[in-house]
């Protein structure tokens, strides 16, 4: 796939900019507004879709906004993966992450970080909902703070929830 096709009220990429995905890395060469009767046969089989009558739609699904036609290619992998399969916590990398998660702590007025860590770690599949009822933290406002341990490489999100990574597991073994 080289092409996607949204209607949104305004653009949520730009040229220029990247996408991580669980296909990988995507730059972003082009989005550009496009009346729905200018799609192809050939453009709905560079999004995925079998043809242009499938991809309108699927279009047909949101009706605010405007049709338009984004242009990507995969530049790799998402460094997510490697950094959360990196176990060889040294001193310094232990550390680093207990620094980072130290300032997480600070910046939300409350220590957060360990407590969902260690509750990612019971169960994995552990949802946003049972850790907000958990910590008792608005699920919307913990999601996002756990994206924060995401791009450190200690979490993972399943299709339902959330698991340690080894990088996490070997986080919380090093205390």
Not at 26 to 50: N, P
Not at 96 to 102: P, T
Request: positive net charge; contains cysteine; charged residues 30%.
């Amino acid at each position: 796939m080289t092409l996607a096709f949204r209607r949104w009220t305004k653009p949520t990429v730009k040229a220029g900019g990247t996408l991580r995905t669980a296909v990988g890395v995507l730059a972003i060469d082009a989005v550009d507004e496009i009346e729905e009767g200018a799609i192809t046969d050939s453009d709905a089989g560079k999004a995925g879709f079998a043809d242009r009558a499938a991809l309108v739609g699927e279009l047909a699904a949101r009706t605010e906004g405007r049709c338009y036609r984004i242009a990507f290619h995969r530049t790799g992998d998402d460094p997510r993966i490697a950094l959360r399969n990196a176990v060889d916590l040294n001193g310094e990398g232990w550390a680093e992450i207990d620094r980072k998660l130290a300032r997480f702590d600070d910046s939300a007025g409350m220590a957060w970080t360990r407590p969902v860590l260690q509750l990612i770690a019971a169960r994995d599949g552990t949802t946003a909902a049972e850790l907000s009822a958990a910590i008792g933290m608005e699920k919307l406002k913990l999601k996002a703070r756990i994206r924060k341990l995401k791009e450190l490489g200690l979490t993972e999100s399943l299709d339902v929830g959330y698991r340690l990574s080894g990088r996490g597991r070997a986080f919380l073994g090093g205390k």
